[in-house]
């Protein structure tokens, strides 16, 4: 299990939210097993700032999962986040080192999901099948790299597991994701899968924000 991470790196902070760095190993949630969780060190930053601190999940990414993470503040900025997500209106572009590069340079994969619980994975299935919810995938490829080939990713929904599920189903495994077939290794508690950018309207004031995080993956 990975030790206890000090800090997260801030990339954007306003009254209302707070956006980081996730670092790949460690958790969105607390979560029993104990590994160390992003919740629970932004309710011990935010404590520094208020007797009563809040942390609202707005979105998640997996533990082996670096890159853009955005947090509330605010009881009242969830509510205006989480609607923005439901609507589809924010923009997320993800990074990701794949086995085997796509037959063509840039493309859409559509696939139904159904998500395995017990096996904690996403399965695909036939379409229209009891269960199953369409996923789509924008991907180009943007060099060829040491390890396989680099690929932006822009997901058009936020299911589960769907990037990893949608490349491997398509003969594209990101290196590091044993779950999903990948055979060739990665670093320690992570795949090489980033979330880049993320970009979004501030809760207060409906400007429209974009936060990097550059760097893949880490």
């Known amino acids: 299990m990975s030790q206890p991470f000090r800090t997260v790196p801030i990339l954007l902070e306003t009254t209302a939210i707070l956006v980081v760095n996730k670092p790949a190993g460690m958790a969105v949630e607390r979560l029993a097993h104990g590994y160390p969780s992003v ?6 930053y935010i404590k520094g700032e208020t007797r009563k601190p809040y942390v609202g999940i707005v979105h998640r990414l997996d533990r082996p999962v ?24 924010v923009e997320k572009i993800y ?23 017990k096996e904690k994975r996403a399965v695909t299935a036939a379409e229209g099948a009891s269960g199953a919810v369409r996923c789509e995938l924008k991907f180009k490829v943007l060099e060829t790299v040491p390890r396989g080939t680099l690929l932006e990713i822009r997901p058009l929904q936020g299911r589960y597991h769907q990037i990893r599920a949608q490349l491997a189903a398509a003969g594209m495994p990101i290196v590091g994701d044993a779950r999903y077939g990948a055979v060739t290794p990665f ?32």
């Open 39 to 44: 919740e629970d060190w932004a309710l011990r």
């Open 187 to 218: 670093r320690r508690d992570c795949i090489a899968l980033h979330a880049y950018s993320l970009s979004f309207r501030d809760p207060f004031n409906d400007k429209l924000l974009t936060v990097t995080a550059k760097g893949f993956p880490g």
């Open 95 to 117: 990074h990701a080192i794949v086995e085997n590069p796509p037959e063509s340079s840039s493309g859409l994969l559509t696939h139904w999901l159904i998500k395995d619980v």
């Open 66 to 89: 670096s890159g853009v993470l955005l947090l509330s503040k605010k009881r009242s900025a969830l509510k205006v986040l989480n609607l923005q997500f439901a609507e589809r209106s």
